[in-house]
């Protein structure tokens, strides 16, 4: 396969997706090469305290990646900080009010069935060693946290983030899920100057993709095998979000093919079948 195309990396590569306050729904499967998968952030500050919306015929998730904030879903109300996560069924009216710089990642996608709204402490995932754990050889070196897994019931969405030791690569070995789920990321908690390397290839003489990132990018993967790195002296910091193929039987984390010669320790995501 030929390099990506600039109107093929318009739909794979999105910058700065938290610049805005409010609610700005960033990357949908109209604008993008996802088939299921939607993301965008809610920032609240001053000036914009509190959103409200309704999600149609899409799960929602929220990942809370700075400050505190009120999650009220119908009658149910939340209290969020940071790396908590909450669970949203289709058709909930819902309402976000926060304190003052308030950060949410919100990730959806269409799904036919209706399951139960769930919270999630970041608390609790890092008291269970399936959830939050670290894995790599020296050079890979990483951390992950599963936000909404094996612990959630939900259709199609799993989602987490990982943090990596600074210069250090993460997707490592390589891996690829694509008859099984779309992926993307979204690079966040790295000030200035620090910034990382994405590829995303089937074939590493041609790669589809190989581009910078910096805190607030996106970048999709449909396919192909996805590893990153960051540049020497810093840590990358990524959301990754996946939304099954076929409802609820696709969705499971950590079934992955590695890439052909690096396979020989696994996939690094053992852990996370505890």
Not at 96 to 125: C, M, N, R, W
Request: one cysteine or more; a negative charge.
């Amino acid at each position: 396969m030929s390099p990506a195309t600039l109107p093929e990396m318009d739909k794979m590569v999105f910058r700065r997706t938290n610049a805005k306050a409010g609610r700005h729904i960033s990357v949908t499967p109209q604008n993008s090469v996802n088939v299921h998968l939607s993301y965008g952030r809610i920032i609240l500050d001053a000036r914009t305290p509190q959103v409200a919306f309704k999600n149609g015929g899409q799960e929602t998730g929220l990942i809370c990646l700075s400050g505190s904030a009120d999650v009220q879903v119908g009658s149910e109300r939340s209290h969020c900080v940071q790396y908590d996560s909450i669970y949203i069924p289709r058709d909930s009216e819902i309402e976000v009010k926060g304190t003052p710089q308030v950060d949410f990642a919100e990730f959806s996608s269409d799904v036919e069935h209706h399951y139960p709204l769930q919270f999630v402490s970041y608390a609790g995932i890092s008291k269970n060693p399936g959830l939050k754990f670290s894995t790599g050889a020296p050079g890979s070196q990483r951390h992950l946290s599963i936000c909404l897994g094996k612990n959630v019931q939900a259709g199609r969405l799993v989602a987490g983030f990982t943090f990596s030791e600074p210069g250090n690569w993460t997707s490592w070995p390589p891996h690829e899920h694509a008859k099984m789920l779309e992926e993307m990321y979204v690079y966040f908690n790295m000030p200035a100057p620090a910034f990382g390397l994405q590829l995303v290839y089937n074939n590493t003489e041609y790669p589809e993709l190989v581009v910078p990132v910096r805190d607030g990018d996106a970048v999709l993967m449909p396919s192909g095998f996805h590893p990153n790195v960051a540049v020497p002296g810093y840590s990358i910091g990524f959301l990754w979000a996946m939304a099954a193929h076929r409802e609820k039987e696709d969705r499971q984390f950590g079934v992955v093919n590695v890439q052909p010669g690096f396979d020989q320790r696994g996939s690094g995501l053992e852990a996370s079948h505890k």
